[in-house]
């Protein structure tokens, strides 16, 4: 018999690492507060529920939370119809949700402290593209025995898994420092680009040559994807991001100025119009 493991969260994101468990060969027992997704899923496979309730009570020992925010996740958890009405015991929820790093130490304490139940998170980084290909990079953190056991979820949904300690909050740093990276790559690359266009360069030459010299970067590979993010979509997760990286330098009082100057420039660099304040 296939373990049947819970998902919350059935977004852009979550519904193809949904899929991709199931085509791996596990029960998928999911659940959304959009239903009119329910369909799609139910046709993907999925064994979907109407109630927060019946995922806690049907999983046999992990809920993969795919919400947006420390407040969703607070409410599927805590809230008067959520995970801990089943009163679950001796299971685990696993936020691959992106919170800072406080924030998900605080949800990993109020979670252990006030249930039997308990968490490790698990950050996701590889965009739509990879949640459908099943090549997410996964950065863990938690109690590394729990991780452990729960790899073959891991390995159905990404090709890459990294540990990175006991505290929940440490895989959102992880998270935090690839994208701090990412946004000064674009800002680069987008520079480059700006000045070959003022001598008239072609742009996918320039391109190729970054592809094979020193100037190469995931950026640099991608550019046709990543010239086309705009402030409604990865633009505004991005910017959301080099923000609380660089709010976590002031906290702990480490420089970053690169971050700091991409988080200003990142819309300029990529001629893009800036989100609304």
Do not use: C
């Amino acid at each position: 018999m296939s373990k049947k493991i819970g998902f919350v969260g059935l977004g852009t994101m979550g519904f193809p690492m949904a899929v991709n468990l199931k085509k791996a060969g596990f029960e998928v027992i999911g659940y959304d507060a959009f239903k009119g997704v329910y369909e799609k899923a139910e046709a993907a496979g999925l064994t979907m529920v109407e109630t927060l309730k019946e995922v806690a009570e049907q999983a046999d020992e992990a809920i993969i939370s795919m919400v947006r925010d420390y407040a969703q996740n607070v409410d599927i958890t805590f809230g008067e119809d959520g995970l801990l009405s089943a009163k679950p015991k001796n299971k685990t929820i696993i936020v691959m949700s992106t919170l800072d790093p406080q924030t998900m130490n605080q949800l990993g304490e109020k979670v252990e402290e006030e249930s039997e139940l308990k968490l490790i998170s698990a950050a996701v980084s590889g965009g739509a593209s990879g949640a459908q290909a099943g090549t997410l990079s996964i950065m863990t953190s938690g109690k590394e025995e729990i991780v452990k056991s729960f790899e073959p979820y891991f390995d159905a949904i990404g090709s890459n898994t990294f540990y990175y300690g006991s505290e929940p909050g440490n895989s959102q740093v992880a998270k935090l420092i690839n994208n701090l990276i990412l946004g000064i790559n674009m800002n680069a690359v987008a520079e480059g680009l700006k000045l070959g266009k003022h001598y008239n360069l072609p742009e996918e030459e320039v391109l190729n040559l970054l592809k094979v010299s020193t100037g190469d970067s995931w950026v640099a590979r991608n550019w046709s994807d990543v010239s086309e993010w705009t402030a409604e979509t990865a633009l505004a997760v991005l910017l959301k991001d080099l923000i609380a990286a660089y709010n976590q330098g002031i906290k702990h009082n480490v420089s970053l100025p690169f971050n700091a100057l991409s988080s200003t420039q990142l819309f300029d660099a990529m001629e893009k119009e800036k989100p609304e304040a």
